[in-house]
């Protein structure tokens, strides 16, 4: 008897789940655009089996579905996004949920893009702009080259190999020259000092100007008093003092040392040269 009542009861539930689906079956609400398909469960649901794709295709074609492109102001597929059809054999499901409400959350954030072919999210430009401003204006090469999925502006590892065109080794078309009084009075590009792969330090050749050896191994500040090293003097130490270095000068009829480096780049009082002018003070040793 306990038997017939159980089989009874299942075979009442399965009765009214078959004649009253949407009323003993839904979990809930339809999104507003699938409100018409209310009652009528089997037009997305294969029975006891669940959702097929061919099911959701047969109102929405792939080639027609995207999202909306940046400043869209319509929703025709000209101004969207079109990669559905890139997919390879996933359900809508992953992406697409129902029964959530009249106004269902965007489904863009369950996006992955692990779901598209490896053609495809190889070619970022295939759904994605080229933004236009002047860095990647330059740019040749995949964008996964700096840019990762995880996040477009975070962890980004650029790479100035991938400059492209006349610009590729023209620091200033990015850059700002730094303000301080040394940089501004530098003609050269950035790369005479600086390398793409460090900034700081630099490789500036302070022997090109004069030679630091033994004698002249000092800081910065013993010859370069202020913060523009474009302007020296030799009277920063004991070796040199100004009357000395004027008196030893005028006995040789040497009138015009104002610019030491022009005579004694190495620092050596018996280098010879023409006797220029132009620094803030000049000198020369014994």
């Given amino acids: 008897m306990k038997k017939l009542i159980t089989y009874g009861i299942i075979g009442l539930c399965i009765l009214l789940a078959y004649l009253y689906p949407h009323a003993m079956l839904s979990p809930g609400e339809l999104t507003e655009g699938h409100q018409k398909l209310n009652n009528n469960c089997t ?17 929405h074609k792939l080639s027609d579905i995207g999202k909306p492109r940046a ?4 929703s025709s597929s000209a101004k969207k996004i079109l990669f559905h059809q890139n997919f390879t054999n996933q359900a809508c499901t992953v992406c697409h949920t129902d029964h959530k409400g009249r106004i269902t959350p965007s489904s863009v954030g369950m996006f992955k893009h692990e779901l598209l ?15 236009a401003d002047k860095i990647h204006a330059q740019i040749e090469g995949a964008c996964s080259s700096c840019h990762s ?18 610009d590729k080794n023209n620091c200033a078309v990015c850059h700002q020259k730094p303000a301080n009084a040394y940089h501004q009075q530098i003609k050269d590009n950035c790369d005479k000092c600086h390398n793409q792969s460090k900034w700081v330090p630099s490789r500036f050749d302070h022997s090109s100007y004069f030679v630091l050896d033994n004698n002249h ?70």
């Fill in 217 to 286: 191994n000092a800081t910065c500040a013993t010859c370069h008093t202020t913060t523009n090293y474009a302007v020296y003097t030799c009277y920063g130490c004991h070796e040199h003092s100004e009357s000395r270095i004027s008196s030893k000068h005028l006995e040789e009829g040497i009138q015009n040392f104002s610019n030491c480096i022009a005579c004694h780049k190495s620092g050596s009082e018996h280098e010879g040269g023409e006797h220029g002018g132009g620094g803030e003070h000049g000198g020369d040793d014994d």
């Fill in 43 to 59: 037009a997305c649901h294969n029975p006891f089996w669940g959702i097929a794709n061919d099911k959701c295709i047969a109102c």
């Fill in 71 to 74: 400043g869209a102001t319509d």
């Fill in 117 to 131: 072919g490896e053609t495809v999210v190889s070619q970022c430009i295939t759904c994605h702009s080229k933004p």
């Fill in 149 to 166: 999925f995880k996040g477009w502006k975070s962890g980004v590892s650029f790479n100035h190999d991938m400059i492209q065109g006349k």
